[in-house]
């Protein structure tokens, strides 16, 4: 098993400094994902539960009202993990994937960046001259080029900050 382990980590070593920021890349949009998913469920956690308490405070809601927000509550987690948690944590890029997403952004590695990925990957490229070629090629297109740019980390900052944000609040009342 130990063995799997080295040759895994020693084919890593061997690929091209493109084919391992496109893994990169894939793994961070997964991340980025899960955190934007938790945040949003924070956030409405927080938001709903808050706005129930003060409207709550205001005007003394009889106990089955109260139930009934907490019923509300409950199904809007609900639905949001199943909605969007559930997905964001299955959500697994492929890195052939985030390199067909890189060449739509990035139209002078089109054809070049997608089929260089799967031959390194596939190692295709350590049999076949041609794909040995293509992953030289797409080193010197790539050279200087930085993918991490097509991430978009914006939103999930957003919600993250926005939870942060609803916890701090919550935490000073």
Not at 41 to 55: C, P
Not at 86 to 101: G, K, M, V
């Amino acid at each position: 098993m130990s063995q799997d382990h080295d040759t895994t980590s020693a084919s890593q070593a061997q690929r091209s400094d493109a084919v391992r920021s496109v893994e990169r890349i894939a793994v961070q949009a997964r991340v980025l994902r899960v955190v934007a998913a938790f945040a949003a469920l924070v956030v409405l956690v927080m938001v709903s539960v808050s706005a129930t308490a003060a409207i709550d405070a205001l005007v003394r809601f009889p106990a089955l009202l109260r139930a009934a927000f907490l019923c509300v509550i409950v199904a809007l987690v609900a639905i949001d993990v199943r909605k969007f948690l559930i997905p964001s944590l299955r959500f697994r890029p492929r890195p052939i994937e985030s390199a067909q997403r890189i060449e739509k952004q990035r139209p002078e590695l089109a054809g070049h960046l997608a089929s260089a990925v799967d031959f390194e990957l596939t190692g295709v490229s350590k049999t076949n001259e041609l794909a040995a070629f293509a992953v030289r090629n797409l080193e010197e297109r790539a050279k200087g080029m930085d993918f991490g740019r097509v991430r978009r980390w914006r939103p999930t900052v957003v919600r993250l900050l926005g939870a942060v944000a609803c916890v701090a609040l919550a935490s000073v009342f």
